[in-house]
């Protein structure tokens, strides 16, 4: 039995032994976000710092109502404003950012460090920061962009979708704030329910591309969005439309990696084998002869 | 290749080395697979339901501190969230009550009565003691000298136009009631308080 009772892993990262594998049935969780309904309050952004007892610097103001202006190691998530013209009309495009929790997490894969990122059984993806060796290398197989550096103690922090309170059958800090229900949690499976629901309402307003965001190139994800143009995803803040695992982690985890390996391993067997069978390379007396009288000739 | 028999001794010591090293853990080959997750930190924590300080809509608070309230353990806050049992907001808060631990903890928030005396150019810390007789005191001489229980035409008014009470949004029904009671009771008309709304 591992440690974790109710929460097994499924994933581990850079470790190429499988974690138990009996306890698959964790119902599956889900954060829907649903963007048209949201205000742009930060209370979540507030709930997050508070339950997660993180201290964001107090920031600047650019300009915007983006504050702070974009995910930092202490604030896991952020609004997003996007002001967009549609015909006649502006519409107030305000994403919840932070960590997608993918099915199929870069983040994981990216990893060398052994089990610096895990996934749970129910589908969060969760940074073990004491196993963390702050390579930055999640930053990079992020297909959105989510993870940071710290200064301070060079580690990776995100999102962890409260998985402290997830684990004891609460929701997460943002989702349970939420005044407008913007944010809602519970299984993936009712989730999308819920967004089924949600979408029907929208189409009624005349959002007829509406729909759910769930990206299938990184397996869905467990943040979800109802997006009111859900055919251009692009629109609220750069969300990418079609997010994909960068090639080169497959390319550097998969092909590279094992060569590498053999190279390393193929250099020291070989440099040993040959050390013992011809022995270090040794001067002789003449040589060392030769090259004193070459060396004073030279002198004189 | 020939192989020498101290040759085969060397590569023969050099495996049983590397094997070893790798029983002793430090390939991460007997690591635990198991990651611990944050325990959580309200397990044993004191829950206590309470009314948001902020805005009238007064929204139910759960404030957890730690201590168990035994003699000799002192309690502090640690936690605010929404109470998901109040009608109000059902568990949600706002950013400003999400954020209600700060100031709870904030340097700046007034923790006693003060007073600035006249003339004096700053706040005294004053007891409550203090405070509450020398509240009454004036409010008493205050009422005695501006009372109005007639108007001009000699119809009873009892009205205290002098002064004003401001009682706070974050109470219960019964103590707006009270507040409500009280105030009215003495004659005054300006009253800011939940009750009115």
Not at chain 1, 168 to 197: L, N, R
Not at chain 1, 232 to 247: F, K
Not at chain 1, 253 to 279: D, E, N, Q, R, W
Request: hydrophobic share 35%.
């Amino acid at each position: 039995m591992a440690t974790m009772q109710s929460l097994d892993i499924r994933r581990r990262s850079a470790s190429t032994e499988a974690p138990p594998q009996v306890r698959q049935s964790a119902i599956q969780v889900a954060k829907l976000i649903d963007v048209s309904k949201c205000i742009g309050c930060k209370a979540c952004q507030a709930a997050c710092l508070e339950w997660n007892d993180l201290k964001a610097p107090i920031g600047y103001t650019d300009g915007t109502y983006d504050n702070p202006t974009d995910l930092t190691p202490t604030s896991w998530t952020v609004m997003r404003f996007t002001e967009y013209e549609r015909g006649d009309d502006l519409e107030w495009l305000i994403r919840k950012d932070g960590c997608m929790h993918c099915d199929d997490p870069g983040c994981l894969k990216a990893c060398p460090a052994p089990g610096a990122i895990v996934q749970y059984t129910n589908g969060i993806v969760d940074f073990v920061s004491e196993n963390c060796i702050g390579c930055g290398y999640c930053v990079k197989g992020c297909p959105f962009n989510v993870p940071r550096i710290s200064k301070v103690d060079r580690k990776a922090y995100k999102c962890t979708l409260c998985v402290d309170r997830v684990s004891v059958g609460q929701a997460p800090a943002c989702a349970k704030v939420c005044p407008t229900q913007a944010i809602y949690f519970g299984s993936k499976e009712d989730m999308i329910v819920h967004a089924e629901h949600r979408i029907a309402d929208l189409k009624s307003r005349g959002f007829q591309k509406s729909g759910l965001y769930n990206p299938p190139g990184v397996g869905g994800t467990h943040v979800m969005y109802v997006l009111h143009h859900a055919d251009q995803p692009s629109l609220y803040a750069g969300l990418p439309d079609d997010p994909r695992i960068s090639p080169m982690v497959g390319f550097w985890k998969g092909v590279m990696k094992p060569l590498s390996l053999a190279a390393i391993a193929f250099a020291g067997v070989f440099g040993f084998l040959h050390y013992i069978t011809k022995g270090p390379n040794e001067v002789s007396d003449t040589d060392e002869r030769k090259a004193d009288e070459m060396a004073k000739g030279k002198g004189a | 290749m020939a192989v020498t028999r101290r040759q085969f001794m060397k590569v023969s010591a050099a495996g049983l080395a590397a094997s070893s090293v790798g029983a002793l853990g430090f390939t991460g080959a007997g690591e635990a697979l198991a990651a611990g997750v944050r325990p959580f930190k309200l397990e044993r924590a004191t829950e206590t339901r309470n009314a948001c300080p902020y805005c009238a809509v007064a929204c139910g608070v759960l404030i957890y501190t730690m201590g168990d309230r035994s003699k000799n353990a002192r309690s502090e806050i640690i936690h605010i969230e929404g109470d998901p049992d109040h009608p109000v907001n059902r568990g949600t808060l706002c950013p400003r009550g999400a954020a209600a631990l700060d100031f709870v903890r904030s340097p700046n928030r007034l923790k006693y009565p003060m007073v600035r005396k006249p003339g004096s150019d700053k706040f005294e810390r004053i007891s409550w003691d203090v405070a509450m007789d020398r509240v009454a005191k004036l409010v008493k001489e205050d009422r005695d000298k501006n009372f109005i229980a007639k108007n001009r035409d000699g119809v009873t008014v009892n009205r205290w136009l002098t002064t004003g009470f401001f009682g706070t949004s974050s109470q219960s029904n019964e103590a707006g009631y009270l507040t409500y009671k009280l105030v009215r009771a003495t004659g005054l008309l300006g009253l800011e308080d939940q009750a009115r709304i």
